[in-house]
């Protein structure tokens, strides 16, 4: 069951917040506990509609209508953008009825084909806590709570020749793209540090062996000895506006 559905449904996206209406009343409304996407970045690829998980609790008394709900936005608090097509807010789980504490559960959907979505969007957002009071008043809130916006990353890798002699040499071949928002297509990442990782056979997890920065096509290449057995892959850290990502692993015998 749910409380609310962001007005509009899927239509809205990035439209500016509706100015408070004459009357509306500041106050009596406090926000706590919130977290958006489990306090990770979100991170948008081109074409899925991406659901970002958030939670919070609100102390009222006040009676309301419509919300609550915590929603991203930049720009002035109550008239700039706000990032979702639409949204859900679970019904109040009572923590404390006399005081008027509740603790809720939301879900923001994010779809990167709209038309007002594009890469300048991808950054640092503010969180906003809004619910809308009875009597045509609302209470908007500031929450200081910074979200991190990232465009999605893809990365391949290819380790040839498989199988290889111990003490030959392996060439390590990838490409890293980043998400462009304009166009809905993946483009080769240039002038990235990408950090080439390698398991040995039996092992659990991967070590840097060294790193390569991409082409200008977002290529990577690289070359190393073969010692023994095992998986190569490469690793993009991300940075303030494109997500990290692994690739696949490339196994590659050693005899």
């Not at 991190?148 to 890798?157: E, I, L, N, S, Y």
């Not at 080769?188 to 060294?210: D, N």
Request: proline letters at 4%; charged letters at 20%.
């Amino acid at each position: 069951m749910w409380n609310a559905v962001a007005a509009g449904g899927a239509a809205v996206v990035f439209a500016g917040a509706a100015t408070a209406p004459a009357g509306a009343a500041e106050g009596g409304v406090s926000f706590s506990r919130v977290a958006v996407n489990g306090g990770k970045p979100i991170v948008i690829g081109v074409k899925e509609e991406v659901v970002v998980p958030a939670a919070f609790r609100m102390t009222t008394t006040l009676k309301y209508d419509f919300g609550p709900s915590v929603l991203p936005y930049r720009g002035k608090l109550g008239t700039g953008d706000r990032l979702y097509s639409a949204y859900e807010v679970s019904d109040c789980k009572v923590v404390d009825k006399a005081k008027g504490i509740c603790d809720f559960a939301e879900w923001l959907y994010i779809d990167p084909r709209h038309l007002d979505f594009g890469n300048e969007d991808a950054g640092t957002w503010k969180t906003a806590g809004q619910v809308f009071l009875a009597g045509d008043a609302d209470d908007t809130d500031d929450l200081n709570l910074p979200v991190q916006v990232k465009r999605a990353t893809r990365v391949t890798v290819n380790a040839s020749p498989e199988p290889v002699a111990a003490g030959g040499t392996i060439t390590v071949t990838g490409k890293v793209t980043r998400a462009n928002w304009d166009t809905h297509t993946y483009q080769g990442y240039a002038g990235r540090t990408v950090s080439l990782q390698f398991k040995a056979a039996g092992a659990s997890s991967y070590t840097t062996v060294k790193k390569a920065t991409s082409s200008g096509t977002g290529t990577l290449r690289t070359t190393v000895k073969a010692t023994k057995p095992g998986t190569w892959r490469w690793t993009y850290y991300g940075n303030s506006t494109a997500g990290a990502k692994s690739s696949a692993g490339d196994y590659v015998a050693v005899r």
